[in-house]
């Protein structure tokens, strides 16, 4: 079985140049572009999707092996447009690239069209490196449907965003999903490295060293994306080449990345899985890690009222033992609202810690959910009567609200009785656990309950003699009950 060489050098493209492969990068291209990756050896981080050992790496390093459809995943900077290029220069495919932003359908059927001409011209497949795949719109993707159905397109899709929510359920059917994963900080001092030795495409020939510790910033200001890394760098050699110096420190590393944004994205999957972390954090009884993700979201950008909106929710979902907890998170979204930023980080810190210390209980919220079926399954159950409002003489001769008795004129304030409709019969759904206020309540409601079993029982004998009463009356003057 032959190899795939995977090398930029004689690769076959129509559409590609050495600008973009990386080889023979012009020297005023950024130093993230002129350090592309040019072979999948190359490619540092993202071992489970491209590796040896991996499958997709597998194949893509055996030349016998068609190349599959797949939508490589990522966040920016992890070598989604590296590994996409890489692929498509290591192949015998004709590739042409679209984009989500600038094309749509008129130029896929046109890429589609020379598609079809090549294979009868020349029997080749092609390849389509998608850009952003995430911004065509459901017609659009439609459009790719049967071209990848067919073979006809191997599509090398590209995106940040979900692919769960933003890529048809009917083109994910027909490509794998290759995710890729932020950088290690180990990995991010490789690339660093590599670049500063690099004589032909990185700042080798300045001869510059980097403090071990400027390069550990360094890799943790970058936050897993290879690409701030590397222009972190640039700026930092430049600093330090203007003067006259030849050792990139701590001090030349803050003072080059400067104070860049943290990854945030207000509509995307880092936003959700923050706030998630802050959600979980609180429920798991963490107050460090809830305030660690709080600022994390609050630095990114995020709106504080809305984490205060999802600490009310949380009070009621997962602190419903404690009634505190509720009134403390209403409370820090009027003072949020009221003070605004910086200062309301404040009153937000207040309460994310005492919604992490305070104790936790899903009871009403999960009593919540199993109502919620009971009604769908039963959405039309009689009102039992004496339950029924009886505002006039009519009502009441109808039978509404006779028999009910008001619990305020009852001993300790409560009457044995059912209140749920008779086809539901002793349905309890409302179970509270044994911590804080829920113990108190339990306690109580299993009081209740023991009253309400007392009663009933007694209701059942009394019936029971009334029952032989009437036989024996039946019997004494010679009838019976079915006569």
């Not at 403390?328 to 005492?354: C, F, H, K, S, T």
């Not at 339950?387 to 006779?402: H, K, Q």
Request: net charge negative; glycine share 8%; charged share 25%.
């Amino acid at each position: 079985m032959s190899s795939r060489q995977v090398s930029l050098l004689g690769a076959a493209s129509e559409h590609s140049n050495a600008g973009e492969s990386g080889q023979g990068s012009s020297n005023r291209a950024p130093l993230a572009e002129r350090m592309r990756p040019r072979t999948l050896d190359e490619v540092l981080g993202q071992e489970k999707a491209v590796g040896p050992n991996s499958a997709f790496g597998q194949i893509l390093r055996d030349a016998d092996l068609a190349i599959p459809s797949v939508l490589l995943w990522g966040p920016p900077g992890v070598g989604k447009t590296t590994i996409a290029r890489v692929i498509a220069a290591n192949s015998n495919y004709r590739f042409v690239r679209l984009s989500g932003v600038l094309d749509g359908v008129k130029e896929l059927r046109a890429a589609v069209a020379d598609a079809e001409a090549a294979l009868q011209r020349e029997g080749r497949n092609t390849l389509a490196l998608v850009d952003e795949i995430h911004r065509f719109n459901k017609s659009q993707q439609d459009a790719f449907l049967p071209h990848v159905e067919s073979g006809l397109l191997t599509v090398i899709g590209q995106t940040t965003d979900n692919v769960s929510f933003r890529i048809r359920n009917a083109l994910l059917s027909r490509m794998r999903v290759i995710p890729l994963e932020l950088l290690s900080v180990d990995v991010l001092e490789s690339l660093i490295e590599r670049a500063l030795r690099d004589e032909e495409r990185g700042l080798g020939k300045w001869q510059l060293t980097i403090d071990p510790a400027a390069r550990r910033t360094l890799s943790l200001l970058a936050g897993g994306d290879a690409r701030r890394a590397l222009n972190g760098l640039e700026w930092a050699a430049a600093s330090v080449r203007a003067d006259g110096a030849q050792c990139i420190t701590q001090v030349t590393i803050e003072e080059s990345f400067g104070s860049q944004p943290q990854r945030f994205d207000q509509d995307g999957d880092y936003h959700y899985d923050c706030v998630s972390a802050f959600i979980k954090s609180m429920r798991g009884s963490d107050p460090d890690a809830a305030l660690y993700y709080m600022l994390r979201a609050l630095e990114g950008g995020e709106d504080p009222l809305f984490l205060t909106r999802r600490m009310i929710i949380f009070a009621s979902e997962d602190a419903s033992c404690d009634p505190r907890a509720l009134e403390v998170a209403i409370n820090v979204d009027r003072a949020v609202e009221r003070v605004g930023l910086p200062e309301g980080r404040i009153p937000l810190a207040q309460a994310a810690v005492y919604l992490a210390c305070c104790a936790k209980s899903n009871a009403s919220y999960v009593a919540l959910r199993a109502m919620e079926k009971v009604i769908t399954e039963h959405p039309e159950l009689e009102i039992p009567k004496h339950l029924r409002n009886a505002p006039t003489e009519l009502m009441r001769e109808m039978g509404n609200s006779i028999g009910y008795q008001y619990p305020h004129d009852a001993p300790g304030g409560f009457v044995p009785m059912r209140y749920l409709p008779e086809a539901l019969g002793d349905l309890r759904v409302y179970h509270p656990t044994d911590r804080a206020l829920d113990l108190q309540i339990r306690e109580r409601l299993s009081h209740y309950e023991a009253l309400i079993a007392e009663t009933s029982a007694q209701s059942q004998k009394f019936g029971t003699q009334m029952a032989s009463s009437s036989a024996a009356s039946c019997t004494k003057f010679g009838t019976s009950r079915a006569s």
